[in-house]
């Protein structure tokens, strides 16, 4: 059935060509420096422009450097297919974590400063307008992921057609997050984090086009997409200008350690760098780096990552003095944030994944594994805390989940004191990343296919992103109770099945030994460097 709406002129808005693809109006959208033609699915009425490109290619003499704008174009882009993905690299346990399948004509290549738009409209394309927007920016460690393997429509189905969604990409592994004094003098530290500021600065300025409202954005994401999230929350410090987004959902926010730019750590990682590209005896170690083959750049980023300690992910952001001013729990302790309202969300058993099952090393050690400047009565601590956990490998998955994904989530929420909501999925296995299916289902049925839960779960953040208040709801006859602030009581959402198989969906307090483990991992902040 089409949706039934009264249509709105909008400055610079679509200019339809009245000319059909198969199927399919193909509305065309000015941008100033390029005309872009998407498609309209007319069996949704939902309009889709794929990849757009928001920054000029970081290539040549603007690898490692600060996005610039795109030139002029000339005639009329085809926005109607994924873009090309950035260059990706693994940690080494990839295949035991669920990533989802590409498009096979989807490339990795340098040039990759593209996002994808989908909006709401009728069937010729024209935006229903003035909607709130989603951003969302997908995870893979820094080191991996693509706008390609995340449908928008998925979300404008579940708000009832009441959002915009624009899903971006930015630079990974070393062409994204090179960290040294040598690219503090010579280029841009974090370079994925300021494609991502970029890209939010593109929706500001165009989403308008789109039917969004630019003062109302929230930014979105999971695992290191959730981590980003928490990166722009803190950028600035916590002053950005102007405002690119007024609330923040995270899904598994992770925070690994976030050294200083000039750190031993980091001198060391752009030393290999430079090392692996033959640049170690240029005068000039940028300059060389800048002129390196780009496939020999990718075949160092492959390797430097595989050699790191398991299921952790060496190139990820660094403090730059300018973007990101301090170690970011300082800046949540401060409350330093951009934005006014907060959604977090944490899976139960969060680090699973990233541990070695097979291979057992007390609580303490695995400590030091993951943090090697923890000092020895540090790591003492952090064995007495875990010591009633369940077994060895069970105490260091939880060490892993909690220090990384699920403490530096509660360190968010207490910076938004008051304006923040807490859930938890704890689905069975309820392991990293496995939520995503519920709300990104990509045409798939998720594990626990109960349409009760997946509107439930689903729907609490596009009425969040909606309202900056999960309780008013897409869908009143959703089975979601009141959902109160996480500061009142600590409490939490629940979103689980009970053993017979039904929705288990209910507020929760958090647990107060959990909450003592957060304490001690902010205390050791400056050893963890996070």
Not at 12 to 27: E, F, H, N, R
Not at 345 to 367: C, K, L, P, R, W
Not at 380 to 400: H, M, P, R, V, W
Not at 511 to 528: K, P
């Amino acid at each position: 059935m089409l949706l039934h709406h009264t249509r709105r002129t909008f400055a610079l808005l679509a200019v339809l060509t009245g000319t059909c693809v198969g199927a399919q109006i193909s509305p065309i959208i000015d941008l100033g420096y390029a005309q872009y033609q998407g498609t309209v699915d007319t069996a949704l009425n939902i309009t889709n422009f794929l990849g757009i490109r928001y920054a000029a290619a970081p290539l040549g003499n603007l690898r490692f450097r600060a996005p610039q704008p795109p030139a002029n174009m000339t005639g009329v882009q085809q926005a109607t297919i994924e873009p090309n993905e950035c260059f990706q690299a693994s940690d080494g346990v990839a295949a035991t974590n669920p990533l989802r399948s590409r498009a096979s004509q989807i490339i990795a290549t340098e040039d990759c400063l593209f996002l994808n738009v989908h909006y709401p409209s009728d069937a010729a394309g024209t935006p229903i307008g003035n909607l709130p927007t989603i951003v969302w920016i997908h995870g893979g460690g820094y080191i991996a992921g693509a706008a390609s393997s995340f449908n928008g429509e998925d979300l404008i189905r579940q708000s009832n057609h009441g959002i915009v969604t624009v899903i971006i990409q930015y630079r990974l592994g070393v062409f994204g997050f090179l960290p040294g004094a040598e690219v503090k003098k010579n280029g841009a530290l974090n370079a994925g984090l300021l494609d991502q500021d970029f890209a939010l600065r593109w929706v500001n300025q165009h989403i308008s086009k789109f039917g969004g409202d630019p003062s109302k954005v929230t930014i979105w994401g999971e695992s290191a997409g959730a981590g980003s999230v928490l990166q722009q929350v803190v950028a600035n410090n916590g002053q950005t200008k102007p405002q690119l987004f007024r609330a923040a959902m995270t899904s598994s926010t992770f925070l690994p350690s976030q050294y200083n730019f000039d750190d031993p750590i980091p001198e060391m990682l752009f030393s290999e760098v430079v090392k692996r590209t033959s640049c170690a005896a240029a005068s000039d170690a940028m300059s060389c780096l800048r002129s390196a083959d780009a496939a020999t750049l990718q075949n160092a980023n492959s390797n430097i990552n595989l050699a790191g300690f398991f299921g952790t992910f060496t190139l990820v952001p660094v403090v730059d003095g300018t973007f990101i001013r301090q170690r970011p729990t300082l800046s949540l302790l401060e409350g330093k944030v951009n934005g006014r309202a907060l959604l977090a969300v944490t899976n139960a058993f969060e680090g699973t994944v990233f541990v070695n099952q097979s291979i057992t090393s007390t609580a303490a050690q695995y400590a030091f594994d993951l943090f090697p400047n923890l000092n020895r009565a540090q790591a003492a601590k952090a064995e007495a805390l875990y010591n009633g956990l369940g077994t060895t490998i069970f105490q260091d998955s939880a060490i892993q989940g909690e220090s990384i994904f699920i403490c530096p989530t509660y360190f968010l929420l207490h910076a938004f004191s008051g304006r923040s909501f807490k859930g938890e999925f704890a689905i069975p296995p309820a392991l990293h990343g496995a939520d995503v299916a519920y709300y990104f289902p990509g045409g798939g049925t998720p594990p626990f296919n109960n349409a009760d839960f997946i509107k439930a779960f689903a729907q609490s953040f596009t009425s969040f992103a909606i309202n900056l208040d999960p309780n008013i709801m897409v869908n009143p006859a959703t089975i979601t109770p009141r959902w109160s602030l996480f500061n009142v009581g600590n409490t939490e959402m629940l979103f689980n099945e009970t053993t017979a198989g039904a929705p288990d969906v209910r507020a929760i307090k958090t647990s107060n030994a959990l909450l003592e483990r957060c304490q001690f991992w902010d205390s050791v902040s400056a050893s963890t460097a996070q």
